[in-house]
């Protein structure tokens, strides 16, 4: 009758499921939300809604044209439509789209800016140049 | 004499139309050699006192035969999550088809085929959770361990989901191997004054993972943990990553989740 317990698994090992595999996290912060604190991310984000205090995001960050920032962005790439209140130190590329408003210092390696973007802060390239 | 397989049959399983359901499924379980003790729920069998009879008596593989509910209530209330899950669905249900398990006496072959999934357990005010805790329309702040709290504009509804099969709108399925909770915040962007009292109101969705956290209100809430209500101030959570082992159709481990992902959309 127990001659094949089900006890005595096969696959006791943690198995490479399609579930457990490694997913890229995509975090939203949706418009009606307030995120205050330090607010940190390994995979991508996208924000709409309203930060106060500071990102640090190792992936990419989105910031949309009706989202409010407030304090220090770090990343590693950014695109960046909405209004930013801080420094921003981006370790790659940073595209500030035309509705981007941005009070703050600005460090980046690759910078693309669309007409209409304003910036009130100095822009430094992390290859030295400064403007 | 001591056995290591125990089934639980619940209240569904005695109802005249699964009758025939739950005779096929008993042969087939005879017929693969995976008897052992049966306990069987009724109104007069205290759920929690025949997980601990089961547990203590030594149990190593715990199948639930009947509803998706008494599975995840077993996983809530055993005691002892050393215990390898397993389901037996009497009728069709959302989580069986996430974990690739047919219902009736098909589902006997996935136990026998004895293919395991090691899934991360949630706990919310130290009671564990499978699947996902929602709390309807609430003004609660979510707040996470790592220093940042989430605060809304207007009333929301939140979930925080492990497993949670449900496919909320635009986001995908959760994924309970990888060590996070994930957070899912849906507010109403505005109110919207329409002629036609049908259209829905656009709606923002937050989605965030964090590993410890809490919600807390002003006033005491209602949160479902897997279905069971449970009424507090405050509700923590933290998870503990693959402590929880369930037996799962080969297709999940092998292949991709479409075919749960088409078997819900056809039961939708």
């Not at chain 2, 397989?5 to 209240?11: K, N, P, V």
């Not at chain 2, 215990?83 to 669905?89: E, H, Q």
Request: proline share 5%.
């Amino acid at each position: 009758m127990f001659a094949r317990p089900v006890d005595s698994l096969k696959n006791d090992a943690p198995a490479p499921s399609p579930s457990a595999s490694p997913r890229m996290q995509n975090t939203i912060i949706a418009k009606g939300v307030i995120v205050e604190g330090d607010f940190k991310s390994d995979g991508d984000v996208t924000i709409e809604g309203e930060v106060k205090g500071t990102l640090k995001i190792n992936g990419r960050l989105i910031i949309g044209s009706e989202a409010l920032v407030s304090g220090t962005i770090e990343a590693k790439d950014a695109l960046l439509a909405g209004t930013i209140d801080g420094p921003i130190m981006v370790n790659g590329d940073l595209e500030l789209q035309a509705t981007a408003k941005v009070k703050g210092d600005v460090k980046c390696h690759i910078l693309a800016i669309q007409r209409g973007a304003k910036v009130e802060g100095k822009i430094q390239m992390q290859n030295g140049t400064s403007n | 004499m001591l056995s290591s397989i125990a089934f639980l049959y619940d209240e569904h399983t005695s109802e005249k139309k699964y009758e025939r359901l739950v005779f096929e499924v008993e042969a087939r379980i005879a017929q693969k050699n995976l008897g052992g003790h049966v306990y069987r729920l009724s109104a007069f069998r205290d759920f929690r006192e025949t997980l601990d009879e089961a547990s203590r008596s030594g149990v190593k593989t715990f199948v639930v035969v009947g509803a998706e509910k008494t599975f995840l209530d077993s996983i809530m209330f055993c005691p002892n999550h050393e215990i390898v899950f397993g389901f037996v669905p009497v009728f069709q249900s959302a989580l069986a088809a996430s974990l690739e398990i047919p219902t009736g006496p098909a589902s006997v072959d996935i136990l026998s085929a004895r293919s395991m999934e090691r899934f991360d357990l949630g706990f919310v005010n130290q009671t564990p959770f499978f699947n996902e805790v929602t709390l309807p329309e609430t003004e609660a702040v979510f707040s996470s361990d790592d220093g940042f709290r989430l605060r809304p504009k207007s009333r929301w509804a939140m979930s925080v989901r492990n497993f949670g099969q449900v496919r909320l709108q635009g986001s995908d399925f959760a994924n309970p191997g990888d060590g996070n909770l994930e957070l899912i915040v849906q507010t109403r962007l505005e109110e919207k004054r329409s002629w036609w009292p049908w259209q829905k109101p656009e709606m923002g969705e937050t989605r965030l993972f964090f590993k410890q956290g809490e919600i807390r209100a002003e006033q005491p809430i209602d949160a479902f943990v897997d279905g069971q209500v449970f009424t507090a101030q405050q509700f923590r959570f933290r998870i503990e990553p693959q402590v929880l082992r369930v037996i799962v159709g080969k297709q999940r481990l092998t292949g991709p989740l479409q075919t749960a992902k088409s078997e819900l959309a056809k039961m939708a």
